[in-house]
């Protein structure tokens, strides 16, 4: 189950510690963000959204924040566990159905 | 909540047969997308429908490949022939578009192998 594979970006990050995963995205006219999480074996799964009109915003254990200047969306991840162990995507869209997927990167939790 | 419901999960046949992909969305949702995954070039969408009308085919790699949805609850996605380069996991997902917000929800995908 696989998604994306032998090339991916990794991030391995120790049990606990607290995880950053970064996004450069590419259209300045987009005006929302999504991070998916996609485990092996299943389709991507919603975490957080952003608004273009918000820097940040928090959810549980999960923070995005979104720096427009230079096109840049982070996911941080607090106190990571090993469920948390999957490809993250972010994806951008400027108000339509059309939804630009990153590449992703794959989050390793070290036990 | 059943979620988007994919079939088959697994799909392998060989070259020049038939496949048909299978998608139940989230009910009540009024948008369905295909996309087809691949190590190269990660998801792709293929064909967009909105009410049950194909909106955006612009996906669609070529005429070998097509997609129906004859009501809100179902829709397939039809390659004939098969080739080997069609191996790819393929994700089914489903949104009720409002406004500018159009919040995606992914089936477990169909992984297909071409031989």
């Known amino acids: 189950g696989e998604s994306v594979g032998l090339h991916l970006p990794t991030l391995s990050v120790q049990e606990g510690d607290n995880s950053i995963i970064n996004c450069a995205y590419s259209?300045?006219?987009?005006?929302?963000f999504i991070w998916y999480k996609q485990e092996s074996g299943k389709g991507p799964q919603f975490i957080i959204d952003i608004r273009s009109n918000m820097d940040k915003r928090q959810g549980q254990r999960v923070t995005v924040l979104l720096n427009k200047t230079v096109k840049h969306l982070s996911l941080q991840i607090a106190a990571t566990q090993p469920g948390d162990s999957a490809v993250y995507f972010c994806?951008?869209?400027?108000?339509?159905?059309?939804?630009?997927f990153g590449t992703g990167t794959r989050l390793k939790v070290l036990a | 909540d059943a979620g988007v419901i994919q079939s088959p999960r697994h799909e392998v046949t060989e070259m020049g047969q038939e496949v048909t992909l299978r998608c139940k969305p989230i009910s009540g949702h009024n948008s369905l997308f295909w996309y087809r995954q691949t190590m190269m070039r990660g998801l792709e969408l293929l064909i967009y429908f909105n009410n049950n009308v194909p909106i955006d085919d612009s996906g669609m790699p070529e005429d070998r490949f097509s997609a129906k949805m004859p009501n809100a609850s179902f829709s397939t996605l039809k390659i004939q022939p098969s080739e080997p380069r069609d191996s790819a996991v393929y994700f089914c997902?489903?949104?009720?578009?409002?406004?500018?917000?159009?919040?995606?929800?992914f089936g477990p995908g169909t992984r297909l192998t071409v031989l």
């Open positions: 259209n300045s006219a987009s005006d929302y």
């Open positions: 997902a489903s949104s009720l578009a409002q406004g500018e917000i159009h919040e995606q929800f």
């Open positions: 994806a951008e869209t400027g108000g339509t159905y059309k939804y630009i």
